[in-house]
């Protein structure tokens, strides 16, 4: 998934401290939309802590050729922790509101409106390969934010895709959240986490605050790691069932670990996706994303 940052009028730019930290859980690349006259500029492919730091730099001399300063802007940043498409400097969001693949792709474009998406758009989904066997990193050449601004966002005026019940709509239909930036300001469709005046997609802006290991546990509940599996987490078993010793590993983990919220399984925080405004494992999150399960879910 990805992070999405908006900040408004009258805002400074993010501090370094937590541009490093975000880039360190996502990624996979970052890019900067903000607003240049009465037109937008996206510029992006950042791919290291140092890119990332240089094209905060080239945003605000950008700025200041206008003769404005920082906080006379409206901006949005995009971290990306890849899910559809390769990891490259051109899939890196925002993308301007454009049918043309060239724009799309563009490290330094201007545009009318710009578009940060988090989510996955299933219909353009290469997360799954058609044999059984799944790869996190599909090294596809469709990233399904471009794909869907092609197909339909690019055909809507803008005073349409402003419009609260079509920017709704788009949003429940794709189980997505997106930030739109133009002239006139930020639009946000989804729903955005309101932090000191900044908009965040989800809560993974947020330093993390480890959780001891039997924190909120039932009562006779041990976790345990599995030896076939190195160091991922398979669950818990209770602590009076036996388990087969050679799956025993180090007995009750000594670390930190987060509970998913659908199946209530235990894992470790690196190995937990969020969809649909949930923290998940990994297990619940292919079969609720996953196009085959979902169509026997629905009973097609």
Request: glycine content about 8%; aromatic content about 12%; charged content about 20%.
């Amino acid at each position: 998934m990805c992070l999405i940052i908006a900040k408004s009028k009258g805002l400074p730019f993010p501090p370094k401290s937590d541009m490093k930290r975000w880039f360190n859980k996502y990624p996979d690349g970052v890019g900067i939309a903000f607003q240049e006259g009465d037109r937008v500029r996206v510029i992006k492919g950042a791919m290291s802590h140092r890119s990332m730091h240089k094209l905060v730099s080239s945003a605000f001399k950008y700025i200041g050729k206008q003769g404005k300063q920082m906080e006379d802007v409206d901006l949005i940043i995009q971290f990306r922790a890849a899910v559809t498409g390769k990891v490259c400097k051109e899939f890196c969001h925002p993308f301007p509101i454009s049918p043309n693949q060239a724009d799309l792709d563009s490290l330094n474009v201007v545009t009318n409106a710009a578009l940060a998406h988090n989510g996955v758009i299933s219909m353009y989904s290469n997360y799954y390969s058609v044999a059984s066997v799944y790869t996190y990193y599909d090294m596809g050449d469709v990233n399904d934010a471009q794909e869907f601004i092609k197909d339909y966002i690019c055909h809507l005026d803008q005073s349409t895709l402003t419009n609260p019940t079509i920017m709704d709509m788009i949003s429940t239909l794709t189980y997505s959240k997106f930030a739109l930036l133009d002239a006139s300001g930020i639009h946000y469709m989804g729903k955005f986490i309101e932090d000191g005046g900044y908009y965040y997609s989800n809560d993974g802006y947020k330093p993390y605050v480890p959780k001891p290991v039997g924190t909120g546990l039932p009562t006779g509940v041990t976790v345990y790691r599995s030896a076939d599996a190195g160091l991922d987490v398979r669950g818990w078993q209770e602590a009076n069932d036996t388990l087969p010793q050679e799956r025993v590993r180090s007995g009750k983990i000594h670390g930190v670990m987060e509970e998913c919220e659908v199946c209530g399984d235990w894992n470790y925080p690196d190995e937990m996706w969020e969809y649909a405004e949930m923290h998940m494992c990994g297990q619940c999150y292919r079969y609720y994303t996953n196009p085959i399960d979902a169509s026997i879910k629905q009973g097609v």
